[in-house]
């Protein structure tokens, strides 16, 4: 299976700051990936898919990018409403796997 | 309203099996490949199976292969995960999701991902 590496695991940040989460892939998987931000006892939900695209009413200031085994997830203006855990996703492969998440904490 | 949600979660004992549904509304489930995803207590997302459309695909994570099975009935839009055999390590939030997917540009391939999240049914496996 195709591993997943997130980094950091864990970050703090002010309001305002620009925030970089990166994923390696064990592989290449092209643009095959996807990140998604869940919050303390709620369902994942989906921000971008296919390495940069935007899913549909998620907010400008989350931007995606890579391709291969290198992608960036990075939100350009850290907002009160983003501290949670991101996680990223291959589907390169038929099992997809996660990345084991960053979570983002208030500094 | 497109949703998904989660039922048949609860307590078991190990070695017992246990079913869980996911009924799609606002969607046509047979247009969609379905993804059952779990997370055990404090930890990250596990992918655990795919079916795709017409149920004639299926996949499974490692860790649940042969004990876990995928299902899907289209005229009753619900999405099923059978389990049996199960374990400690199994306890669990449970989340079945909808596939989405778009074309990428100049093949005849799809990028796919998950875009609907039902809001996940607990199982704990314990004596």
């Known amino acids: 299976d195709i591993q997943m590496t997130q980094s950091p695991s864990s970050l703090s940040a002010s309001v305002g700051d620009r925030v970089t989460i990166t994923c390696r892939a064990s592989q290449s998987i092209s643009s095959y990936i996807n990140w998604y931000q869940q919050k303390p006892g709620k369902a994942p939900k989906l921000l971008i898919y296919?390495?940069?695209s935007l899913q549909s009413g998620v907010p400008s200031r989350f931007s995606g990018s890579g391709s291969g085994t290198d992608f960036t997830l990075t939100i350009s203006s850290l907002q009160p409403e983003d501290f949670a855990t991101y996680y990223c996703?291959?589907?390169?492969?038929?099992?997809?796997?996660f990345g084991l998440g960053t979570k983002v904490e208030i500094k | 309203q497109v949703q998904l949600v989660e039922s048949g979660g609860g307590v078991v004992q190990p070695g017992r099996s246990l079913r869980l549904s996911c009924a799609a509304a606002?969607?046509?489930?047979?247009?969609?490949?379905m993804h059952w995803v779990r997370q055990a207590p404090g930890t990250g997302l596990e992918w655990m199976a795919f079916?795709?459309?017409?149920?004639?695909?299926?996949d499974y994570a490692d860790s649940v292969k042969g004990r876990f099975t995928i299902s899907r009935d289209n005229s009753k839009n619900t999405l099923y995960l059978q389990m049996n055999s199960l374990r400690a390590e199994d306890t669990a939030v449970y989340y079945c999701?909808?596939?989405?997917?778009?074309?990428?540009?100049?093949?005849?391939?799809?990028?796919?991902?998950?875009?609907?999240w039902g809001k996940g049914t607990t199982v704990t496996v314990s004596s």
């Open positions: 996703q291959q589907s390169y492969s038929t099992r997809w796997t």
């Open positions: 606002g969607f046509t489930l047979s247009s969609y490949g």
């Open positions: 296919a390495a940069s």
């Open positions: 079916i795709s459309d017409d149920g004639s695909k299926k």
């Open positions: 999701a909808k596939e989405g997917g778009i074309a990428v540009v100049g093949t005849r391939y799809y990028y796919y991902y998950m875009d609907v």
